[in-house]
């Protein structure tokens, strides 16, 4: 199995870190021809609009675009859960998406007074207890369509109920970043989407 991370900006090393203590040699993509090799792709936490420019500039907006649309498995976390979305509130005028998910996002909602945080989020389809979730800058999902599948939400404070974890199809996204806090579970939750997606070779 060849999942990729999108390399062009941000936690790319963790992720690539967390899907190796999955046991999975992932690789990072930065060209076409680098996602013409793989089955799945990890679309890092960052910076949404710099990760549209690059994405532009190295040609992968079309690419990836349609490899989602033909059914490869991507995760988003945080960033890349902006990058997933159908709809992105308060982003760049000229930010571009890989689409994907029907979903309306809106960009550093938790406010921009608060960076950082810490909350637990409970994930239906994933066993273990709650997540002790990290969110920096992260986006919250405003409105989903009839196939996206809410898997998690803040558990409790001043953002309890925030939709914070969804699934469509092969698509997955988190606006926290499990790659920074070594519990290894969203990942392996998408490591056997990949598997399950993957055909009989
Ligand atoms: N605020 C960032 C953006 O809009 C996302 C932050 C993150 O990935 N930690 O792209």
Not at 19 to 46: H, K, M, N, T, Y
Not at 84 to 100: C, I, K, M, N
Request: charged share 20%; glycine share 10%; hydrophobic share 45%.
């Amino acid at each position: 199995m060849n999942i990729g991370v999108l390399a062009l900006q941000g936690d790319v090393r963790e992720h690539l870190s967390a899907l190796a203590e999955s046991d999975v040699l992932a690789r990072p993509v930065r060209r076409p021809e680098e996602l013409a090799g793989v089955d799945a792709l990890v679309v890092p936490g960052g910076e949404s609009t710099t990760m549209s420019n690059l994405a532009i500039n190295f040609g992968l907006l079309d690419p990836i675009r349609k490899r989602i649309a033909d059914g490869m498995p991507v995760y988003g976390s945080c960033a890349g859960m902006i990058m997933l979305a159908s709809t992105v509130l308060d982003g760049r005028p000229d930010q571009e998406s890989f689409q994907g998910m029907e979903m309306t996002v809106r960009r550093n909602a938790f406010g921009r007074q608060v960076d950082s945080f810490e909350a637990d989020v409970a994930i239906a389809d994933i066993p273990g207890g709650d997540f002790h979730a990290v969110f920096i800058r992260a986006p919250w999902v405003e409105q989903v369509g009839p196939d996206v599948q809410v898997l998690g939400r803040v558990a409790s404070g001043a953002a309890a109920g925030r939709i914070v974890a969804v699934r469509q199809g092969n698509l997955l996204a988190t606006a926290f970043h499990p790659e920074l806090t070594g519990d290894l579970r969203v990942h392996r939750y998408f490591v056997e989407m990949v598997r399950q997606a993957a055909p009989a070779r």
